[in-house]
């Protein structure tokens, strides 16, 4: 793997660890992504299930580019970019410009992954 490769899979894993990170601030305290004082019995169940499927699938995506450079992983960072640009659209829609921004960067991050192994 080229010095060039290897950072881009170690930016790419930092991001996904980043998404991972939310996604536990998320379900430990809920009201911490939305400047809030007290959170709903719906709040807390959507930001658990989020943290329930981004942990185990930021892992995957932080991880798989360093195994194997085939179709599945390929496919892996593809959905995580598309996950990406959802959480962007989200932010666009709460005005919230640190999560456009970030989601952006993070869609972005992965699509280059993906090419790149491809």
Same mark, same amino acid.
């Given at each position: 793997m080229s010095a060039g490769m290897i950072v #881009?899979? $170690?930016?790419? /894993?930092? $991001?996904?660890v980043g998404g991972m990170g939310?996604? /536990? $601030?998320?379900?430990?305290?809920?009201? /911490?992504?939305?400047?809030g004082d007290s959170s709903t019995e719906g709040e807390r169940l959507y930001a658990s299930m989020y943290a329930i499927r981004g942990i185990p699938f930021g892992?995957?995506?932080a991880v798989v580019p360093f195994l194997k450079h085939g179709p599945a992983a390929v496919l892996c #960072?593809?959905?995580?970019?598309v996950v990406q640009v959802?959480? /962007?659209?989200i932010g666009v829609h709460r005005h919230e410009n640190r999560q456009i921004v970030g989601a952006t960067l993070a869609a972005a991050i992965h699509l280059i992954t993906a090419i790149a192994i491809s």
């Open positions: #881009l899979v $170690v930016l790419n /894993a930092a $991001v996904s939310f996604a /536990a $601030v998320a379900a430990a305290r809920p009201t /911490a992504l939305r400047h892992l995957l995506t #960072l593809l959905a995580a970019a959802g959480d /962007a659209w």
